[in-house]
């Protein structure tokens, strides 16, 4: 099966632009997350939704940060404006009934 | 919130011997415990997992043990393999394995051939 897919896999943008991530989860799964990797350091989970519902965005900061997911199917994560400790790997992960499958994350560096 | 401590940061083996990573959880409540090598530029990948009702489990070469009593767990490779170099990240959720993750901050393993 396909796997989650992301893009753009690399972004370089000035503090203060935008910028937004695009997610495609696996075919069928109901549940998708957006995670922040800064390096060297774990995911954190940043929004959880079941289908096009919000489970938890607790950790999103909401002033800057924004994500939707239309339909129940893609979804996209906005950062507005970034600052340059938003420099990350942003990972999107989906997830059926069981284990969460990742995608390959797009790598932000904010200039 | 949970909060999930994971040492040690760097391991380094010779190949053929075993590695061991261990992570401690800090709620009680939390019943699943996922380990994921990431590799570079990689997203990271479920290698194994165990749930609180069972005490270790194993999968060929790997294997996770958790003490739910002491709130702590493990990983095992043995026979370690150069291709065994990666990042390896456990983490710790209350419920299924769609609920959120708790994620440790991980540990680099190098296998020297």
């Known amino acids: 099966e396909a796997g989650v897919a992301q893009s753009p896999r690399y972004k370089i943008i000035e503090k203060r632009q935008s910028v937004a991530f695009w997610c495609n989860p696996i075919?069928?799964?109901?549940?998708l997350y957006w995670y922040q990797q800064i390096l060297g350091q774990g995911p954190k989970l940043l929004i959880q939704?079941?289908?096009?519902?919000?489970?938890?965005d607790s950790q999103l900061p909401k002033d800057r940060f924004s994500a939707e997911r239309l339909k129940g199917v893609d979804s996209t994560l906005k950062i507005q404006p970034a600052k340059l400790e938003d420099s990350a790997v942003y990972l999107c992960?989906?997830?059926?009934?069981?284990?969460?499958?990742f995608g390959p994350g797009t790598r932000l560096t904010v200039l | 919130g949970e909060n999930v401590e994971q040492h040690p940061s760097t391991l380094s083996v010779q190949e053929g011997d075993s590695a061991v990573i261990k992570c401690t959880y800090s709620d009680s409540a939390s019943n699943y415990f996922p380990w994921y090598k990431q590799e570079l530029g990689k997203g990271p990948q479920l290698i194994i997992d165990i749930r609180s009702n069972v005490g270790e489990k194993k999968d060929q070469r790997i294997a996770v043990t958790l003490n739910k009593t002491a709130k702590h767990f493990s990983l095992h490779i043995t026979e370690t393999q150069p291709e065994d170099s990666a990042v390896y990240f456990c983490a710790a959720s209350i419920g299924n394995a769609g609920n959120m993750l708790t994620f440790g901050g991980g540990t680099r393993l190098m296998v020297k051939p």
């Open positions: 939704f079941q289908n096009n519902g919000v489970v938890d």
């Open positions: 075919s069928g799964h109901a549940t």
């Open positions: 992960a989906s997830s059926g009934f069981n284990e969460q499958f």
